[in-house]
Nanobody
Framework: QVQLVESGGGSVQPGGSLKLSCSTS????????MAWYRQAPGKQRELVASVRWSGDSTYADDVKGRFTASRGNTKNALYLDMNSLKPEDTAVYYC?????????????WGRGTQVTVSS
């Protein structure tokens, strides 16, 4: 079982920045997508950004231009640079790793890291 460990959450004022990191406990060599999800109190978990093995990335509309997701050189780490943070970005942010291969399916989740944007 692969573990995902998130770090970098915290409290920041509106307009501030944070950088989240996610690392895997073991090296995965099969192609897989890594993604950030978030869940605010009383709301469903939603996709924030994803980065495929190829490097292609997608973003939720409300974070485009403010957040940047990237993977480390070994592709076994995921980062999220969050700028111009808003109170509505407050949530628990979860890291996800999902296989891109039907021959080797997996779907791992981290425990989450809290991000609070408040004045």
């Amino acid at each position: 079982q692969v573990q995902l460990v998130e770090s970098g959450g915290g409290s920041v004022q509106p307009g501030g920045s944070l950088k989240l990191s996610c690392s895997t406990s073991t090296i995965i060599v099969n192609p897989y997508t890594m993604a950030w999800y978030r869940q605010a109190p009383g709301k469903q978990r939603e996709l924030v950004a994803s980065v495929r093995w190829s490097g292609d990335s997608t973003y939720a509309d409300d974070v485009k231009g403010r957040f940047t997701a990237s993977r480390g050189n070994t592709k076994n780490a995921l980062y999220l640079d969050m700028n111009s943070l808003k109170p509505e970005d407050t949530a628990v942010y979860y890291c996800n790793a999902e296989s891109e291969s039907a021959a080797n399916r997996f779907d791992f989740w981290g425990r989450g890291t809290q991000v609070t944007v408040s004045s």
